[in-house]
């Protein structure tokens, strides 16, 4: 009796790596960068800070006996009282759950941002390397001409919204997606972050001038990681509606076990 063919690779061993790496990693760095920003929890243009005039704020106000969190973005006031501005009876920007560490301390949450952001770029360095050697770049996310047609980018947006997926590759519109994220997110995470350093400012001052001043790039760092926030989100929507046991077990083990694979032409994530 002839025994199954084995389930093609569709993940590498060093994208299953820094993959689940940078799970960790960016979860360290999103809840201690809230901890960081509960420290003044409103973002500004420019180079200063204009206290008076934030473009977007979370402030607790006292009304009678309760403690309102009130969130402003330009003229818009929102109450959002345990969430954002006051939570458990404390004026705080986030809430305790959502930071690293849980109760306040700027100290703190500075050293566990910076440290794991060293291990960001070395993760991100190690993956941009194999990724240029191993034609993965090259291979299985420069999209072909013929798929940046409009109507093939609009066949792909439709079968997106009847959640039908590819299995075995990369689709159009994850290869914009990700290359997105890799060349340009990230990087400007990194650049805007840099940019707020005081050593950093000292010894190239051009990294914050390129902003418009450490405010800015503050802001531009804060919106950064909102979108990378909004995309990790869309990422596991797809995963959940594309099969997320087979999906997250091709992570692991780097097989696809779905019947309706076809020859692998890439990683799929």
Do not use: C
Not at 93 to 118: C, E, K, M, V
Request: glycine share 8%; charged share 15%; no cysteine.
């Amino acid at each position: 009796m002839e025994r199954p063919a084995r389930p093609p690779v569709r993940h590498s061993l060093a994208v299953r790596l820094t993959h689940w790496l940078n799970v960790v990693i960016l979860l360290v760095l999103l809840a201690s960068g809230l901890q960081i920003f509960n420290a003044h929890p409103a973002l500004y243009w420019g180079e200063t800070s204009t206290f008076d005039d934030p473009w977007i704020s979370m402030v607790a106000q006292r009304r009678g006996e309760d403690l309102a969190g009130v969130t402003r973005i330009g003229e818009l006031t929102l109450t959002t009282t345990g969430v954002l501005g006051a939570s458990d009876g404390q004026a705080r920007g986030f809430p305790a759950w959502a930071t690293l560490p849980s109760y306040r301390s700027l100290a703190d949450g500075r050293r566990w941002h910076f440290f794991f952001a060293w291990l960001f770029l070395f993760n991100g360095l190690i993956y941009l390397a194999w990724g240029a050697t191993s034609g993965h770049f090259r291979r299985d996310l420069a999209p072909r001409r013929s798929e940046l047609a409009p109507r093939h980018l609009g066949r792909e947006i439709l079968d997106h919204a009847r959640l039908r997926f590819p299995h075995g590759r990369y689709n159009t519109l994850q290869k914009l997606a990700y290359l997105a994220v890799i060349f340009v997110l990230l990087p400007l995470m990194l650049l805007t972050g840099l940019a707020m350093s005081p050593g950093v400012n000292a010894a190239m001052p051009w990294i914050f001038e390129m902003f418009g001043g450490r405010q800015s790039a503050r802001t531009i760092h804060f919106l950064s990681a909102t979108a990378l926030v909004a995309f990790v989100l869309i990422h596991l929507l797809m995963v959940a509606a594309s099969g997320p046991g087979r999906q997250i077990l091709a992570m692991i083990t780097g097989r696809d076990r779905s019947p309706r694979t076809s020859p692998p032409q890439g990683d799929l994530s």
